[in-house]
């Protein structure tokens, strides 16, 4: 168990929500019900969100529809993942439309000032995932911490479902540096993994605080935001 995290309650914290938390095969109403009850509790506490949607099995049916017809180049590959990020990022926007901004964010670079406690966005451009989307968007409007929410408790020194997964160990901390050398430094369409290489490369750069999370686990979400012991994984410089 990872030690307690001090979110304060002023902090404004970015979820990198993950596709497969959304939509891991049909859209998940049910996790949708308890975070959006989470959220709204939180933001009632004073904090504020700026939520990062990714596209899950939807963006991946679209792909693999696509490659078997023809042969795709890879920013083809992007715009299909991208266009189903931002779907989701209006389903998200659409059961927080009493609190959250009305106009979904759709560029990694952006600068927003706003009165709403949340803010939600969708992919970007090809070439970058919405873990960098979320981390970019970090480091432009100041906030420190992010949070990955996937469909993995941990970060592991290797891919526990891979060739070499028996000797895959879980980690509690580990820096930006040594996850850089676990995730390498290229990002190609689909890539699965703990957080995309440039998104590490500037969470690095910038000393962000992240926090890598099995987001289907609310009870282990709402033990981090109440300063309990938590599984996942804390990464910082």
């Not at 596709?19 to 959220?39: H, K, M, T």
């Not at 990022?89 to 600068?111: G, M, V």
């Not at 970058?128 to 408790?153: C, E, H, P, Q, R």
């Amino acid at each position: 168990m990872n030690k307690p995290i001090n979110y304060t309650k002023n902090s404004r914290v970015v979820i990198s929500l993950g596709g497969s938390i959304i939509v891991p095969d049909e859209i998940d109403y049910e996790f949708l019900l308890n975070f959006r009850e989470f959220i709204v509790t939180k933001i009632s506490e004073g904090m504020k969100f700026l939520i990062v949607c990714g596209g899950g099995k939807t963006g991946m049916r679209y792909i693999e529809a696509a490659k078997k017809v023809v042969s795709v180049a890879n920013d083809d590959l992007d715009w299909l993942g991208i266009h189903s990020t931002r779907l989701n990022a209006h389903l998200l926007r659409t059961i927080f439309k009493d609190i959250s901004y009305p106009i979904i964010i759709t560029h990694h670079d952006e600068k927003f000032d706003v009165e709403e406690p949340l803010v939600i966005a969708g992919g970007s451009k090809p070439g970058w995932s919405t873990d960098f989307v979320a981390a970019s968007l970090a480091v432009n409007n100041g906030y420190k911490d992010v949070i990955n929410m996937s469909n993995i408790d941990m970060v592991y020194t290797t891919d526990p479902n891979g060739v070499d997964g028996a000797n895959a160990k879980p980690l509690e901390k580990t820096t930006w540096t040594d996850l850089q050398k676990m995730v390498g430094t290229k990002w190609t369409p689909n890539l699965s993994g703990p957080f995309d290489p440039i998104a590490t490369k500037l969470g690095g750069e910038n000393d962000l605080r992240l926090v890598v999370i099995n987001g289907r686990n609310m009870s282990n979400l709402k033990k981090l935001f109440s300063e309990q012991e938590f599984t996942g994984t804390f990464v910082t410089s």
